[in-house]
């Protein structure tokens, strides 16, 4: 996996923020290493009554409730049985970010 440059950090952080949200969100997404994108983004707001009961119950994070595979498997699938031109083959990294309910904190989990 390459090093991002400063100047392509800055960029993958502006395209993130575009997907602000008012309400704490975890999500999946790709990123491709060869036009520096992000792809396939998948999110879920989060209630602050489900970061609560993920408190009181010491949960370590909340992920999104879907797994990469899943979400790879039906997008390629879609795409074949449409006969058009997709993003999900191949290998990419895939990425997870998780919230800390405890901490108020995200992680970013980073794959291959």
Partial sequence: MEKLTKEQHKAQMEEMSSFDEQMPCVGIFWYDPED???FG??????????????????KPFINYPHLHRQV???????????????KFKGDYTWNRS?????????????GT
């Fill in 36 to 38: 520096h994108t992000l």
């Fill in 41 to 58: 983004v998948r999110k879920k707001e989060l209630t602050p009554r489900e970061v609560e009961d993920a408190a009181e119950k010491g």
């Fill in 72 to 86: 790879w498997a039906r997008e390629y699938f879609r795409a074949q049985a449409k006969h058009s031109e997709t």
């Fill in 98 to 110: 998780s919230l800390c309910p405890i901490s108020s904190l995200y992680m970013t989990n980073i």
